[in-house]
């Protein structure tokens, strides 16, 4: 056990890089990925929203009755700064249909766990993080489909019966799931807990995986202008969340972590809901993937520039 706590410990600190590796030989070398079926990203994302239920106490959820201001501040801005980033984005650069719907599920996908490492790393309120995770987790299944249906029915189908269900299965059941075991057999998930990183970066990396080596040759087609897409879509995010901050004159750690938790999405939900709901647009998952590895890169040197320049 203390191999594995050492190995997961390297890998989250190394994370960013390890994803970029992966991605870049998936793209360049598609069989070292051809081997992963698409289907199965479902059950790899459940494991890793099982991993988070693990981490999940009662505490959690509490700050929402001490601190409602700042928690709904934040849950409020996820599901309307992102979505109408990813709108605006997709009409600025004409995105084809495929990968404007990628991109709009991206927007419209709750904050990921990486925002809570993030935030960590940046010396901001983790509590708060956390809360703001776990709040907007619990609201995907409504609101997730909800906002994708509004974006894009107009000119595509979306069936927000199968998003709802989808959301249930592989994120709100794993997640229950983890949070009841914690609370019945902590002493047993106190250790389990040292390795979830581990779990986490293997399930990340095998999707990124999958989708980019199935998409290889499209995504070197039309990656450039996906790539500027996802970049812009993170970074305005971020922007937009440290500009709520100083609007409500939060203090520097609660700026921090909604700036990150707006900047930070579920990009793994949003690969799984794209390849479960829009099956015949492979493209769409695109976006996901490559919002997964751009945004623990970028997240890493947004905590870099928190720690320098915002500590108060």
Request: hydrophobic share 55%; proline share 3%; aromatic share 10%.
């Amino acid at each position: 056990m203390n191999i594995l706590k050492q190995i997961s410990e390297f890998v989250g600190r190394f994370m960013a890089v390890v994803v970029l590796i992966v991605a870049t030989t998936a793209l360049f070398i598609p069989s070292t990925g051809l081997w992963i079926s698409l289907s199965w990203i479902n059950y790899f994302l459940m494991v890793i929203m099982f991993g988070m239920g693990l981490t999940l106490r009662v505490e959690d959820f509490k700050l929402i009755f001490v601190r409602p201001r700042d928690v709904i501040i934040g849950c409020m801005a996820q599901f309307i700064v992102m979505p109408l980033l990813a709108f605006l984005l997709c009409k600025i650069f004409n995105l084809e249909t495929a990968l404007m719907i990628g991109v709009i599920l991206v927007g419209a996908c709750p904050g990921g766990t990486a925002s809570n490492v993030i935030t960590y790393l940046s010396k901001g309120d983790v509590a708060l993080s956390v809360s703001m995770t776990s709040i907007n987790t619990i609201l995907a299944p409504f609101l997730t489909p909800a906002i994708t249906y509004l974006i894009l029915n107009k000119n595509i189908n979306v069936d927000v019966v199968v998003m709802f269900i989808s959301i249930l299965n592989i994120v709100i059941v794993p997640i229950v799931l983890g949070f009841v075991i914690n609370k019945f057999f902590e002493k047993f998930t106190r250790k389990i807990k040292e390795i979830l990183p581990l779990i986490s970066v293997i399930g990340i990396c095998i999707i990124i995986a999958s989708v980019v080596a199935y998409n290889a040759e499209s995504i070197l087609t039309t990656g450039i202008i996906v790539f500027v897409v996802v970049v812009l879509h993170n970074i305005f995010g971020y922007a937009c969340g440290f500009g709520l901050g100083k609007i409500f004159h939060m203090s520097a750690a609660k700026t921090k972590a909604v700036s990150i938790e707006i900047g930070m999405q579920n990009s793994g939900l949003a690969t799984s809901l794209a390849n479960t709901a829009f099956p015949s647009m492979a493209m769409a998952t695109v976006p996901g993937a490559i919002f997964s590895v751009w945004h623990n890169i970028s997240g890493a040197i947004l905590a870099n520039i928190f720690n320098r320049i915002c500590s108060r």
